[in-house]
């Protein structure tokens, strides 16, 4: 039998069971209605807990020590904890995407859009490249809403044609980036090409330092807070777009009220 370490003490009761080889068709029982009921399963003692589960306290104090506890109090202890966690964070993602929505509205508010619609207005040509499929996304709809005030914009599909872009673009040209890490190779090297082209570069990038923002003519930033518990793969990204989509309407709302309408 493969007993749970104590260093596994944070692990919640659904990688507990991972963890062991395998079970009786009893444990099987007492482990579903445990998985399925644990709110109530913290309010019962052993006897209590075999009496709905058709088993015994003998099976329950084994399952129990089974998944590494000393007894079923200890156990119940430690789902009492992870009920209680899950009823704080009860909500917990909402909240952050008010707060997200609530800083990229600051954000914008603080930035000076004026120039950076000045440039879109004046530009020979204008390109916008995102660095991912949900930073392409993004883009397109932005440049979706300015065929509607006669401004038509390039999608840059790929990294590809971003470089063949940097190759032909010349300086009455624009080019806005959207990326949420401001970081890679192959868009620091071209953006550092662009710039000593004098070519203008409005980077769209979540608040923080990277390589992108520094070698931008002009910057607009929004909030993102990653959710935590989707992926068990921490280099498994989980973007979020709600506010990169917020920023990028303020941007086309700026332009609108302050060429078109002229």
């Keep these: 039998m493969k007993v749970i370490s104590e260093r596994n003490l944070l692990m919640r009761l659904e990688e507990r069971i991972n963890q062991v080889d395998s079970f009786s068709n009893t444990e099987y029982i007492l482990l579903e209605y445990l998985i399925s009921s644990k709110s109530k399963v913290v309010k019962m003692q ?12 003998a099976s329950v104090t084994r399952l ?48 000076n859009l004026l120039p950076i619609s000045r440039l879109i ?12 499929w949900g930073e392409r996304n ?36 624009l080019i806005i980036i959207i990326s949420y890490s401001g970081e890679g190779k192959d868009v620091t090297e071209l953006s ?7 070519v203008k570069i409005v980077s769209v990038t979540p608040l923080s330092k990277n390589h992108l923002s520094t070698l931008s003519s002009n910057n607009l930033y929004y909030q993102a ?4 518990g989707i992926s068990q793969d921490p280099s498994a990204e989980y973007n979020l777009f709600t506010a990169l989509h917020i ?10 009220d302050n060429f078109y309408l002229k």
């Design 225 to 228: 807070t990653q959710l935590e």
């Design 46 to 57: 052993a006897a209590e807990l075999a009496k709905h589960t058709f088993t015994s306290p």
């Design 138 to 173: 993004t883009a397109e709809l932005f440049a979706r809403n300015f065929i509607a005030v006669g401004i038509y914009m390039t999608i840059v599909p790929s990294i590809t044609e971003l470089r063949w872009v940097s190759q032909k673009v010349r300086k009455e040209d």
């Design 121 to 132: 207005a004046e530009a020979r040509n204008i390109f916008v490249f995102g660095t991912d």
């Design 64 to 111: 129990s020590q089974k998944l590494g506890f000393s007894g079923f109090n200890e156990f119940k202890f430690f789902l009492k904890q992870e009920v209680n966690e899950l009823k704080t964070n009860k909500n917990k993602s909402w909240h952050l995407l008010q707060a997200d929505i609530e800083k990229t509205i600051n954000l914008t508010e603080e930035a």
């Design 192 to 198: 550092q090409l662009l710039k000593l082209k004098k």
């Design 247 to 256: 920023v990028l309407d303020a941007l086309f709302r700026n332009y609108f």
